[in-house]
């Protein structure tokens, strides 16, 4: 069957491509040459990775008319190259070294590699990777480095109850969190000198009063001055974590004001709340025309399944692959969230749940809340509206339903005969 094909234009006419080092950048232009279109000009030159030599880079660009200018994702040493182009008015392309790997058995070395991914660039054999603009990147420092304070606070958090068991408290086998206002006030008298476990116990607040006789029981260890040492430290870096962490709240609320129409929206999506919306944002943005459809989203995101086709077979897991995991953590958790809700998506997820497990169930309903908020977020008009937790019975063929029914209570032995309802 013959289709018609809309392929673009072969040849950039005027492309530049950057092999990016700590030190060195390596950069290859290729432009027509002159009084003859058909052949090309190539100049390789070596730059440092200092603000003044990359200025002169830039501008001898500009000069050359470079149209597009590409550069591998390496590391993070990219990052100042490609804003310094941005801001210089430039098209930089931040691009997989998976697609410009070098075939086999040519020899590598920088020049090679930035006059190969030049070549590779001119062609348009290339796909931009997203970056997003200024705002949203800067919201992206703020949101990452809040999910890695969390994180270190909970591994601070890990050595407090290791060092308790160190000491024979036995505080976590009572309390839920340890690190409430009970566990907070007995650990501070712990470290104060108090040993006695009827005077602890009676620290306890609420709820806790009712476990005293636990309590004397879990608190009857060899707590010494070496324990109280390290669990000043690690307490006092609890503290000061959650000190950080409410900083960066607010810096995270001012960076959110030009957004908060697009993270009121995301809101009202079971299972994201503001801190989860605000984390979206930073990953994905609010321009939803880089994604042309919620399928480009999901798949940018590695929540669609790999196609692995050959000789009119699928091969492999269909394994989603490895996406963007500050987007797929907060996914995950959102899906779970959802999962406990009373709407569509809780459904969905127990539905999942019950025939192929929690992590399908998880990456399925992830998928779904990716699929919502690129509505929302490609019409600022747009509302979420729950479908509602019976959809799927509603939508479900009765008959399919009943004989299914039938099925199973035939495969336990009974023999069934169906009466209308009057």
Known sequence: MLIESHDEEQIISRVAALDIGKAEVVCCVRIPAMGNRRKRMQEVSTHTTMTRALTELANHLVESGVE???????SDYWKPVFYLLEAHGLDPWLVNARDVKHLPGRPKTDVLDAVWLCKVAERQMLRPSFVPPRPIRQLRDLTRYRVDLVGARGAEKNRVEKLLEDACIKLSVVASDIF????????????????????LAQLARSRMRAKIGLLEEALSGHFDDHHAFLLTRMLGRI???????????????????PFAQAAAQLDEIPGIGPVAAAIILAEIGVDMSRFPTAGHLCSWAK????????????????????GNRYLARVLGEAAVIAGRTDTFLGARYRRIARRRGKKRAIVAVGRSILIIVWHLLSDENAAFADLGADHFTRHLDPDRRKHSHIRQLEALGYSVTLTPAA
């Open 180 to 199: 409430g206002v009970s566990g907070r006030e007995m650990m501070a008298a712990l470290i104060a000198g108090e040993r006695d476990p009827k005077v």
């Open 239 to 257: 503290d000061a974590i959650d000190a950080d962490i409410a900083a960066v709240d607010e810096q995270i609320e001012a960076q959110l004001v």
């Open 68 to 74: 597009r200018v590409v550069m591998e994702a390496t």
């Open 303 to 322: 929540f669609s399944p790999g196609v692995h086709s050959s000789a009119g077979k699928s091969k492999g897991n269909g394994s989603t692959g490895h």
